[in-house]
């Protein structure tokens, strides 16, 4: 069976899904009840969470400028890429070159219906409907075969996606076929739901909203440090290494301590 199909599936709005859930998350509209239900849920237990939703996409951000500007990156595969929201890496990327390639990969047929109009603006950026746990389909997938030069290099992203996959699925694995994949000089960056297990207050956060997370929709992961660094299989990052969010090459000082659902996310970006 073939896990790249364009066949598009109907939008089911009996359940929530995961893309709708992180549209509410980030502030989006294409929403429906089902996903704001399970976002309400997450507001009980960190009321912190659209600050968390906006440092998460400020890191995108920050990493899609480094990548297209001084690392000279001019194809992205954004992996899980989400529904449009206010900046989207196609964005970012082409204001620093506008002919950089964008490919956007989402299996969730809301992003196909929404994110056609927004995600697919001009001849460089394409959306696939695939899901990314089969690497070998994913990279013979036409819209990433006919659109990307795979000889060269290219930035690969999985931003808050790889937590949404099973250790059964061996993510190791998966993100071990894309790495090596990728012609020497790509990136891979990573940001992933992080699970201190240190016995503090952010660790019981991160074991709540996992439960919580499981009980309303599944498939949600908070993993360890160990477990993170690992999905980068022998890359090297890149300083200052895999840290909170936003100390990740911050646009400027920290003026406020970071809350606990901030210190609940991890990222980093490692060169091939
Ligand atoms: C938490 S959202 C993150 C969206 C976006 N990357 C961002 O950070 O703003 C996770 C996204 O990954 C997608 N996703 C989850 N598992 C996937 C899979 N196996 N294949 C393709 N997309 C997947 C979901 O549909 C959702 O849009």
Redesign the pocket.
Known sequence: MSHTDDAVPQIDTSRP???RV?DAF?GGKDNFEVDREVYRHLLEIAPESAEVGRQ??AW?IRVVRFLAGQAEIDQFID????LP?AENTHQVAQRLNPAAQVIY????PS?AAHGRALLEENDHTHLGF????YPEELFEHPVVADNLDLTRPVALIQ???LH??KDAEKPVEIMQSYIEGLAPGSYVAISHLFAPEDGSEQSKLARDAEEKFNALMGSCYFRQREEIEALFGDLELVEPGLSFLFDWWPDGPRLKPLTNGEQLLLGGVAKK
């Open positions: 899904s995961i893309a992180y980030v998460c996409r995108l992996l899980g890429s989400g929201t990969i989402d299996n969730d992003v695939a899901d990314f746990r931003c808050n996606t949404h996959v």
